[in-house]
């Protein structure tokens, strides 16, 4: 089976450009992650959608930052205007969360988009 | 908030035991553990759902202490492929949010 799919795997731009990362979860995952990992901060949640629908994006460090998911199969984390300490590693991840079963369920990581903003 | 892993760093050898202890200050309704290579994913390893119960993987295992709001993953007669950084992810309330600990960077050597 394919796993959760990101893109692009790298990303190098400059400060003010607009940054689009996309996302594709494993089918049948109902649930969705953005997570970003710097060596700084470690491994932090940024959002997460249950039924394409956000439940939680306190995450989400300012309102630069937004995501959709427009359908089950497709997700975007957009930055605009990116700065420098955007940089880091963003993982999608998904897993089936069962309705009060809370995270029974591990979560699978794409590979990552590394981003770097110069 | 973020659970406190301990150590930060190991080093073992292969053949030797290892444990890594992960503590949060709420109460938790599980806890996950994932190991991450360099340049790589997370990848699952177990979860713990029940006070008191014990998961094994291979020569890995873990137990999750409710009443202590702790965790600890044992890795038993390490392999050099058991290398990496474990994360602990906590649940602190039934909302499928993960809270991931600052990591355990293992080095295994032959």
């Known amino acids: 089976d394919a796993g959760v799919i990101q893109s692009p795997r790298h990303e190098v731009t400059e400060m003010g450009q607009e940054v689009t990362l996309r996302c594709k979860p494993i089918s049948g995952h109902n649930s969705l992650f953005w997570y970003r990992q710097t060596m700084m901060r470690g491994l932090e949640l940024l959002i997460y959608f249950n039924n394409n629908v956000p439940i939680d994006d306190s995450g989400m460090p300012e309102d630069r930052f937004s995501a959709k998911m427009p359908n089950a199969s497709f997700s975007t984390l957009k930055i605009q205007p990116s700065e420098p300490r955007d940089s880091a590693v963003y993982f999608c991840?998904?897993?089936?969360?069962?309705?009060?079963?809370?995270?029974?369920?591990?979560?699978?990581f794409g590979d990552g988009t590394r981003l770097s903003i110069l | 908030q973020q659970p406190v892993q301990s150590p930060q760093a190991v080093i073992l050898r292969e053949g030797e035991d290892a444990v890594i202890n992960c503590s949060s200050s709420k109460a938790l309704y599980s806890v996950h553990w994932y190991r991450q290579k360099h340049g790589e994913a997370p990848v699952f390893l177990m979860i713990l759902l029940k006070g008191g119960e014990q998961k094994g993987h291979d020569k890995i295992s873990a137990s999750f202490n409710e009443k202590k709001q702790q965790s600890s993953l044992y890795l038993t007669a390490s392999q050099l492929s058991y290398s990496g950084t474990y994360f602990c992810?906590?649940?602190?309330?039934?909302?499928?949010?993960?809270?991931f600990g600052a990591g355990t960077t293992v080095t295994v050597r032959a």
């Open positions: 991840a998904s897993s089936f969360s069962g309705p009060g079963q809370g995270s029974n369920q591990p979560q699978h």
């Open positions: 992810g906590t649940e602190s309330s039934n909302d499928y949010k993960l809270s």
